[in-house]
């Protein structure tokens, strides 16, 4: 460390405690911290490293002398005029960057329909998604009568809980479809459950949105996870209803 000046070496800890924290969090916690709650911590490193490098006369000495010398040097004075020049402008392009208001989109590559995990937990069970299936799905040939009765209870389940976001149209305009990002999916749209298989909306239905894999992030989804609420029936049910209101048919593994 003797040969590194000072003042390099307090560069050189503030940002590599900076790039720790970046490491720490986002790759082996994998978990968002507010970047104001960094730059506190930052603060906190920044001041407690100056005042260990500053405690003695010397070391303070030591540590503004590169400062002082370009300041004060007359052979520096070329390097002096590019770093006064320099300083302010690069100041300045840091808060005009920061203050312009930026109408694009914040870049987020999100995936609507993330690949489902092979099986799940829900209610405490696990699943295999790839062979589960609707168990009142043969319902509908071997007793339409039943079977309607399963779609009538889907639909009231459906309005008690469901039609808030999703709308009572399933076209995803639900009251209080307009105060979220992501909105509430459509399930009108050919793109949504004529797409997927009723295993696939078990499983997004019962984990809502913290249930998402990590590929869907950073997706602050406001789906709630049904299982806290709803019975296993209760959501294919639901299922059952959503299929039928929508004339769609759900997507079988034989297709
Ligand atoms: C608080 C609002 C809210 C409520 C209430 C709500 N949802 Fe959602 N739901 C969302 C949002 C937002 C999305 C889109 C983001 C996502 O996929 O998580 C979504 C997505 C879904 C999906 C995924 C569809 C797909 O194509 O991937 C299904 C299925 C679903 N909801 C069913 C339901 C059912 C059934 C209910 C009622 C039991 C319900 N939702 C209640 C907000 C809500």
New binding site residues.
């Given amino acids: 460390m003797q040969k590194i000046p000072k003042l390099l070496q307090v560069v050189l800890i503030v940002v590599g405690v900076y790039f720790g924290f970046v490491l720490l969090f986002d790759f082996i916690l994998g978990q968002v911290i507010p970047s104001s709650l960094l730059n506190m911590y930052m603060f906190f490193i920044v001041a407690g490293v100056l005042a260990v490098y500053t405690a003695t006369e010397d070391g303070t000495r030591e540590l503004v002398a590169p400062i002082k010398s370009l300041v004060e040097d007359p052979s520096k004075k070329k390097t002096r005029n590019i770093v006064f020049a320099v300083t302010p402008v690069a100041v300045a392009l840091f808060v005009y960057l920061q203050l312009v208001p930026s109408l694009e989109a914040p870049l987020e590559l999100r995936s ?2 993330p690949a489902p995990p092979s099986t799940v937990k829900i209610y405490g069970k696990r699943f295999d998604l790839r062979t589960l299936v609707n168990p009142y799905r043969k319902l509908e040939e071997e007793d339409p009568e039943e079977f309607r009765a399963m779609v009538e209870a889907g639909a009231s ?2 309005i008690q ?2 039609h ?3 709308g009572d149209k399933l076209d995803g305009q ?1 009251p ?1 479809a307009a105060g ?1 990002n ?4 459509n ?1 009108q749209d050919v793109g ?2 004529a ?2 298989q009723e295993s ?2 078990f499983w ?2 019962a984990t ?2 913290p249930g ?1 894999p990590d590929e ?1 992030a950073p ?1 602050i ?4 996870v ?1 299982q806290e609420f ?1 019975t296993e029936e209760e ?1 294919w049910q ?2 059952l209803y ?1 299929y039928d209101y929508t004339g769609r048919r759900p997507r079988s593994w034989e297709e």
């Fill in positions: 609507i329909h389940i459906y809980n469901c808030f976001c999703h639900g209080y979220l992501p909105v509430p999916l399930f949504t459950i797409q997927l696939f909306l997004r239905i809502g949105g998402l869907a997706w989804s406001s789906m709630p049904w709803l959501i639901v299922i959503l």
